[in-house]
């Protein structure tokens, strides 16, 4: 069984925080893709790729897998009625 993300008490309005690596992720990513829509060229991103596909790549592959799973789970659910 893959992790599930942690949610925690109150936040704003209706929302809840994540207490795992995927908010880290979000946090990397958003910072990491401000940064190339201002130096799009491969100069920039070569020596940044490892940091591109640590802390983004390999957490959003995760992340998609969980999905799949739970989609499954709930595609079986439906299915099974």
């Given at each position: 069984m893959l992790p599930?993300?942690?949610?925690?008490?109150k936040q704003k309005a209706g929302t809840a925080q994540m207490?795992?690596?995927f908010t880290?992720?979000?946090d990397d990513s958003n910072a990491f893709f401000t940064e190339l829509a201002a130096n799009n060229t491969k100069?920039?991103?070569t020596p940044r790729k490892d940091h591109y596909t640590?802390?983004?790549?390999k957490p959003a592959d995760l992340f998609a897998e969980i999905l799949a799973e739970d989609f499954s789970q709930i595609i079986l659910l439906k299915n099974s009625c």
């Open positions: 599930r993300a942690k949610m925690r008490g207490t795992d690596g880290q992720m979000i100069d920039w991103f640590a802390n983004i790549k």
